[in-house]
């Protein structure tokens, strides 16, 4: 990269090293004079290798076609990085077999940062370039047209499952993988989730465990949708001149820096981004929008087909709830140049779409943005470098903006645009801070077991909520019943097998449920540990809240929103319909409800623990429960109503808790960043992880050890590294885990430096080492 080009380094310097033969001009798309095609291997190699180009290909191939080229005996897929007039083996070269497309399947701009992103998060280049594309794109049509419909059968017993479990866990996993969503689901939904091998459902449907049929496709993820169009407001003075700013990085984007939109909930972000969109499409250009997968809900993209609704057609969607079909037709959408606008979530980024007018990241604060497997990016972060590759503009949208983005706004790398106003001139809802430490006191007229999860003063609000007929939303971060199970003489919780975590009750399916690897089990009726039996159940989550409620509003409509009840397709999207059309009185749900949602009859919104997040072992713990608080509240009182908000906590006075209860973000972050400075924490620094995850503890330890001690050699300056120690998550997948945490203020000589030892590390075949630069997880 020269110096004038983008770069999250620090001096914008790096680039991979370039090819030894000469490349066609820059800028040049076409493969003009082209004889030799230089291509990287979709698998196993990160070598590039050099193919002539066949007389038939001329003029067709193209930078980042995929092809088929011979590989010893065999034919591989690849993809064209660079086109080359000379090689200096150009005699020899095997000819390129064959065209998967007549479009290519990477601008220019994405093998730009496909290269990036592998020097950067130290991965090779061929996994980069696979994890752009969706699995549903890279395999071949035939296998995901036909989709059948998997049902559990009526001798499908719980004692069934049960008795496969030892005898055939495959196919024991299936029929629980069923159950949960209800006993039926397509196999093409299932298999995202797991493996599936077809003679494990040969083998249930002979046992007369489950029944097969096939399944009528639904491609259009929207086919039964009509949306009225929308018209644009009139903006209010602040939108106003945020939408002249982004206008103006639109029309002149390489003298534009990134934006960062910070708006309050409510404010009207969203229209902001509508209309910036509009600009970009009357100017022919096109717009890629990203939304964490939990708020693209069927609301945010009808607010998006209903404004741009004579090119419905136009609008490509791209997340995980899509079926393989689905995603594949939308995917090709894109590509073939018959979208405009792509919403989608994380890997949307890597959409090929051409002339990009805007890129607008919305709760660009969210850590969904970051990929936890190789290559571990983060969206956001690459958003920006997108848009610089690609001159075009780029808008951060969020309340309660990163630490890192409100850094970069406040010393000016991003221009910052403020929404400090909700566009119903409404205040923001009053939030209430309930000390729980108290809610065993007695004489409140409650149950006790009641009262530890939800307070008098909550429940009191609630009831006048019902009595006017308002709609209330209690949020906890919690699925199951009972989150623990311990003995009453050793102590010892009952934990999953392969992981070191508590299993949580789930009183449904009266099963022991691991919420780190999904393992179920029945409740043991004695101490797995001591013998003894004197289990007790302790804890709480979604579940027993539901039943809690439904136990003191008896009269009460209520639905519970998490990803236990919304497995059904749509079933997520009805309930909230349901919701918003006020023929449900309160919504108890995990984050599912957190995010985006705008209900304008709901007053009154209820933390039940607001602690779960400030307890996380991770420096970040603190942003993330403000962040979280201040979103939660934003969903109080919208439209006419003015809003409440009680946050239940032990730990009151904490500056998390007391900064939310002002919804003062900017004193929070201010204080925030003080320490971060202080502590050389990001954005201050930059960190890299290094996991040693093993079946044998002492193996993972030792291997992590060893690194270390290479690492400390030629350890460049300004490094910080610090000792090998376990995960706080000691066990989980059956794998030990220990992590080592490096820091830098400039990651550029530690990024090299780890490369280089890396590279020449033997380690241990059993223990699995990864990196994660700029990780955001450290709790895992
Ligand atoms: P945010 O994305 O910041 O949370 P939204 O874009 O969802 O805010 O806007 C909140 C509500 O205000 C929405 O119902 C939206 O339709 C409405 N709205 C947005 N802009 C205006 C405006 N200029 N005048 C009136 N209502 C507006
Ligand atoms: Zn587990």
Known sequence: ????????????????????????????????????????????????????????????????????????????????????????HAAKLKPIAGLQSSRPMFTRGLLELAQWMAHYYLVPLH?????????????????????????????????????????????????????RVGGSAALSALRREMGIDVAVLKALERRGLLQRSALRLERDPFGDEHFLPSQAFELTVEQAAALKATIQAIDAPQEHRPLLLQG????????????????????????????????????????????????????????????????HDEWFKVQEGRARIVIGARSALFAPLDKLGIIIVDEEHEPSYKQEEAPRYHARDLAVLRGRLEQCAVLLGSATPSLESFHNAQCGKYEWLHLSRRTDGRSMPLIRIIDMRLARRKGTGMKVEHAIMISEHLRNAVAARLEKGEQSILFLNRRGFHTTLDCGDCAQP????????????????????????????????????????????????????????????????????????????NQLRDTLRDFRAQKLDLLIGTQMIAKGLDFP??????????????????????????????????????????????????????????????????????????????????????????????????????TLQTLHKR??????????????????????????????????????????????????????????????????NLSA
């Open 711 to 776: 690492l400390q050699e030629g350890l460049p300056q300004g490094c910080v590294m610090g000792e090998p120690c376990p995960s706080s998550l000691v066990k989980a997948h059956g794998q030990f885990r220990y992590q080592l945490l490096l820091r830098s203020a400039s990651i550029r000589p530690l990024l090299r430096h780890l490369s280089e030892v890396m590279r020449r590390f033997g380690g241990d075949p059993q223990v699995q080492l990864s990196l994660d630069v700029d990780p955001i």
């Open 494 to 569: 009952v934990q999953c097998h392969d992981c070191a975590i508590p299993m949580t009750w789930h009183k449904a399916v009266n099963h022991l449920v691991c919420h780190i690897c999904g393992a179920r089990r029945l409740p043991p009726k004695i101490c797995p540990a001591c013998g003894q039996q004197n289990l007790k159940y302790g804890g709480f989550g979604t579940e027993r809240v539901e039943a809690a409620v439904r136990e003191i509003f008896p009269k009460a409509r209520i639905a519970r929103v998490d990803t236990d009840t919304m497995q059904r397709k």
């Open 127 to 179: 996994r980069v370039l696979r994890s752009m594309l969706p699995q549903a794109v890279r395999q071949k049509p035939e296998s995901f047209l036909k989709d059948s419909l998997l049902e559990l059968t009526a001798a499908a017993t719980a004692e069934q499952i049960e008795l496969l479990e030892k005898r055939a866990p495959q196919q024991a996993a299936l029929l629980h993988a069923l159950q």
């Open 264 to 327: 309050v909930t409510g404010s009207g972000k969203t229209e902001v981004y509508l209309q910036a969109i509009d600009h970009a499409l009357k100017r022919g250009l096109n717009a890629l929008v990203l939304v964490p997968e939990i708020s693209l809900t069927p609301q945010t993209i009808e607010r998006f087909k209903a404004r741009f609704h004579e090119m419905q057609q136009q609008v490509a969607v791209l997340h995980s709830h899509l079926s393989d079909g689905e995603r």
């Open 601 to 702: 009859n709901v007053t009154l919104v209820g933390v039940l623990n607001a602690d779960t997040a400030l307890n996380l072992p991770d420096f970040r713990a603190a942003e993330r429960t403000v962040q979280l608080l201040i979103q939660v509240a934003g969903r109080a009182g919208r439209g006419e109503m003015q809003g409440e908000v009680f946050v239940q906590t032990h730990a009151p006075h904490s500056p998390a808790i007391q900064f939310s209860r002002h919804s003062d973000y900017n004193g929070f972050a201010t204080q925030e960043l003080e320490a971060r400075r202080a502590f050389e924490y990001p954005p201050f620094s930059h960190m890299v992880l290094i996991s040693a995850r093993g079946p044998q503890q002492n193996l993972a330890e030792f």
């Open 1 to 88: 990269m020269t110096e004038s080009q983008p770069s999250l380094f620090d001096d914008g310097k790096d680039r991979p090293a370039a090819g030894h033969a000469v490349p066609v001009s820059a800028g040049s798309r076409d493969s003009g004079a082209a004889l030799v095609a230089r291509v990287q291997l979709e698998e196993g190699s990160s070598m590039e290798l050099d193919y002539g180009i066949p007389d038939e290909l001329q003029g067709r191939l193209q930078l980042g076609s995929r092809v088929r080229v011979p590989l010893q005996s065999r034919q591989v897929s690849a993809v064209v990085v660079e086109l080359l007039r000379h090689s200096p």
